[in-house]
């Protein structure tokens, strides 16, 4: 990796799988409100959904609750800055996972899929546009107020803690 590159391009990298991630969730979600049903290919979509979330994306929110927020909450502090609104943040989403996933619990109840099909719309649409708005915020905003705000010896750790998996 070159050394001028961001010491946040692997979060930035995780960010672009993410969203096409979420366009396969979307396509799921909006094929299920126009057939009311949800065949065997959308039951495994929707798993793959829970396991995306619970795998990949809260692992990449405890690695920048971890290795970016504390640093930066040194050097600008957390309340009224965007320290405090991207832990906000977080905690948000992980709130919506967890609903996510008893939607999907729901869809295998007795009482028919419409209704949790229409559950499952509601929070994964949610979770979709809150989660474009959170990755563009860490993009245009947070990276770059730590590359401006944090000395370069902090910013050469977090590039290094970012570059293990
Ligand atoms: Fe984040
Ligand atoms: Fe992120």
Redesign the pocket.
Known sequence: MAEDASPFQP?LD??EEFLAKLHELEAVLDEMMHTREANEANRELLDEAVRFFEEDLLP??AR?DAIVLPPLEAAIGRFGTLVNVVAYEHEEIRREVAKFREARAGLDASRGPWPAIQELNRHGIFAIQFLWD??RK?KVSLFPTAVRSLPAAELDAIRAALAQD
């Open positions: 979060l995780d960010h990449h929110f920048e959170h990755f860490e």
